[in-house]
């Protein structure tokens, strides 16, 4: 992205900029309730995924072996090709009785506990939030005190920058699901599907689809530095690159502000929301304070 903004409050834009440091928050401490503390759900065709597993798991035993991550079954399976080989598919079904029809029970009944500990892992961790829409007529009034804040514009073109690492927000209708058809099946028949990056990757960058207008890009930093609700980082002073003043910031506040900007961020481009008079949306032009 060439940009990335945050918006803020005037008192926000001021600690911000006076110590050089940005907030950032665990889930707790998010607006959206849901966000990175939903309930995994488990949303499969039972008798599709007992089907392709048992297909898979013969497949496993038999055929030309697959250069996967396994699970504890799937070393299983390994030893039972080495020790037992040849085995019928009718032989090989009745080694392993109804283990995966007794596994997707005991995943149906505990679903619900296993999502809670899997998110009770992520409760302390950090991200940083910023969207890549500068003139969002609602984010002004949600999150910029009314119109009337700040909102701060950073690039990610400086070194070591933490920004490097922000991803786009995927904004979808339902809870996700802990596994889908193919993926259980695949556990199912001996592999392991379930990696830390995938979960993450779900937790961290899901939302539901009630904040799309928002257009979030996040960073993720994991437990951070501690385990307190939140830390104030320092930022290189090259990633904040632009300052945009409210419609209704004031006058008297924009050239506190220009000042303190001024003398500390010399490069920093200033500039301002103005209300267009022919239709519902904001313009960003420069100015001079």
Same mark, same amino acid.
């Given at each position: 992205?060439? #940009?990335?903004?945050?918006?803020?409050?005037?008192?926000?834009? &001021?600690?911000?900029?006076?110590?050089?440091?940005?907030?950032?928050?665990?889930?707790?401490?998010?607006?959206?309730?849901?966000?990175?503390?939903?309930?995994?759900?488990?949303?499969?065709?039972?008798?599709?995924?007992?089907?392709?597993?048992?297909?898979?798991?013969?497949? #496993?035993?038999?055929?030309?072996?697959?250069?996967?991550?396994?699970?504890?079954?799937? *070393?299983?399976?390994?030893?039972?090709?080495?020790?037992?080989?040849?085995?019928?598919?009718?032989?090989?079904?009745?080694?392993?009785?109804?283990?995966?029809?007794?596994?997707?029970?005991?995943?149906?009944?505990?679903?619900?506990?296993?999502?809670?500990?899997?998110?009770?892992?992520?409760?302390?961790?950090?991200?940083?939030?910023?969207?890549?829409?500068?003139?969002?007529?609602?984010?002004?009034?949600?999150?910029?005190?009314? &119109?009337?804040?700040?909102?701060?514009?950073?690039?990610?073109?400086?070194?070591?920058?933490?920004?490097?690492?922000?991803?786009?927000?995927?904004?979808?209708?339902?809870?996700?699901?802990?596994?889908?058809?193919?993926?259980?099946?695949?556990?199912?028949?001996?592999?392991?599907?379930?990696?830390?990056?995938?979960?993450?990757?779900?937790?961290?960058?899901?939302?539901?689809? *009630?904040?799309? #207008?928002?257009?979030?890009?996040?960073?993720?930093?994991?437990?951070?530095?501690?385990?307190?609700?939140?830390?104030?980082?320092?930022?290189?002073?090259?990633?904040?690159?632009?300052?945009?003043?409210?419609?209704?910031?004031?006058?008297?506040?924009?050239?506190?502000?220009?000042?303190?900007?001024?003398?500390?961020?010399? *490069?920093?481009?200033?500039?301002?929301?103005?209300?267009?008079?022919?239709?519902?949306?904001?313009?960003?032009?420069?100015?001079?304070?």
């Amino acid at each position: 992205m060439p #940009h990335f903004f945050k918006y803020v409050t005037r008192d926000t834009a &001021h600690k911000i900029i006076g110590n050089g440091t940005l907030r950032w928050s665990s889930p707790p401490l998010l607006n959206d309730p849901f966000d990175m503390q939903f309930a995994f759900q488990l949303r499969i065709d039972r008798q599709a995924v007992l089907a392709m597993a048992r297909d898979k798991l013969w497949q #496993h035993y038999s055929g030309e072996l697959v250069d996967r991550p396994l699970n504890m079954l799937g *070393h299983g399976i390994r030893l039972l090709r080495d020790t037992v080989p040849g085995m019928s598919r009718e032989e090989l079904r009745q080694a392993f009785g109804n283990s995966d029809d007794e596994s997707m029970g005991i995943l149906e009944k505990n679903i619900a506990r296993y999502s809670q500990e899997i998110l009770s892992q992520f409760i302390n961790d950090k991200i940083f939030c910023l969207s890549d829409l500068a003139d969002s007529i609602p984010m002004w009034a949600y999150y910029a005190q009314n &119109h009337a804040g700040i909102v701060l514009r950073f690039t990610d073109e400086t070194p070591d920058n933490p920004l490097t690492q922000a991803r786009r927000v995927r904004y979808v209708e339902k809870m996700p699901s802990l596994f889908d058809n193919e993926m259980l099946s695949d556990d199912l028949a001996g592999y392991n599907c379930m990696t830390p990056e995938r979960i993450i990757d779900e937790i961290v960058w899901t939302k539901s689809s *009630h904040w799309a #207008h928002e257009r979030e890009w996040r960073v993720y930093a994991g437990i951070g530095r501690s385990n307190a609700p939140y830390e104030d980082i320092p930022f290189n002073a090259k990633e904040l690159d632009g300052v945009i003043f409210g419609v209704r910031t004031t006058v008297a506040e924009r050239r506190l502000l220009a000042a303190l900007v001024r003398a500390r961020y010399p *490069h920093v481009e200033l500039l301002q929301a103005k209300a267009r008079p022919d239709t519902y949306e904001l313009v960003i032009e420069c100015a001079d304070y």
